[in-house]
């Protein structure tokens, strides 16, 4: 592909946001940075991926690390500013990818290469997702798709001047409840077609 492109891919959960940056990742033909990202940042490296997996996307606990010369004691924040630079590095290189979280639509606003998008859902579409996917109750479907909203919105709304969600901050916002994953991974993929036609 000579055509540069970087698709930036927000979700809430249960809107089946990875599965559409999967799928446009295979339509286009693009390595896609997702859960994978800690251990592209680490290959060749004497660490433990596993160890650093509960801090991916996490914001920092305040009142437990501190920053000292531009230096924090925070996991949570090294592995974040890993992961931004990893993504501006590989923007700046002029490759191609798509990029699920870790505030990329922040990070590389701007670049001629980005699309951003924000996967978004219904209340009961997003629920009934999760209970099938996890195999849940509804009670306990509802306390993951909170927990991790709130989540995704903390670390965003950490690192980030601009709110996580919020429709102004990304170039196209798409509720997938309502014509459904493919359809709306056709949407996208169209849209992306229309903004760089020589693709």
């Given amino acids: 592909m000579e055509q540069q492109l970087v698709i930036s891919v927000g979700r809430e959960f249960g809107s089946g946001g990875h599965l559409i940056a999967e799928t446009l990742a295979k339509r286009f033909d693009l390595p896609l940075y997702d859960y994978n990202l800690l251990a592209e940042i680490t290959a060749g490296k004497d660490i433990d991926v596993s160890q650093l ?8 606990i305040r009142f437990f690390h501190r920053t000292v010369k531009g230096h924090s004691s925070s996991p949570a924040v090294n592995i974040a500013q890993m992961q931004f630079d990893f993504i501006r590095k590989k923007a700046e290189a002029g490759e191609s990818f798509v990029i699920v979280g870790r505030c990329a639509e922040e990070i590389l606003r701007g670049h001629p290469a980005l699309v951003s998008i924000f996967i978004l859902g219904d209340h009961d579409a997003k629920l009934d997702r999760i209970r099938r996917l996890y195999n849940l109750t509804t009670e306990d479907a509802e306390s993951l798709m909170q927990n991790t909203n709130r989540k995704r919105k903390n670390y965003h709304n950490h690192y980030c001047k601009t709110k996580w969600g919020d429709s102004r901050n990304y170039e ?14 056709d949407i996208i993929e169209d849209y992306i077609r229309h903004r760089f036609p020589e693709l």
Avoid: M, V
């Fill in 53 to 60: 997996k509960k801090y991916d996307e996490a914001p920092r």
């Fill in 172 to 185: 196209l916002s798409i509720n997938s409840s309502r014509i459904g994953y493919d359809e709306t991974t």
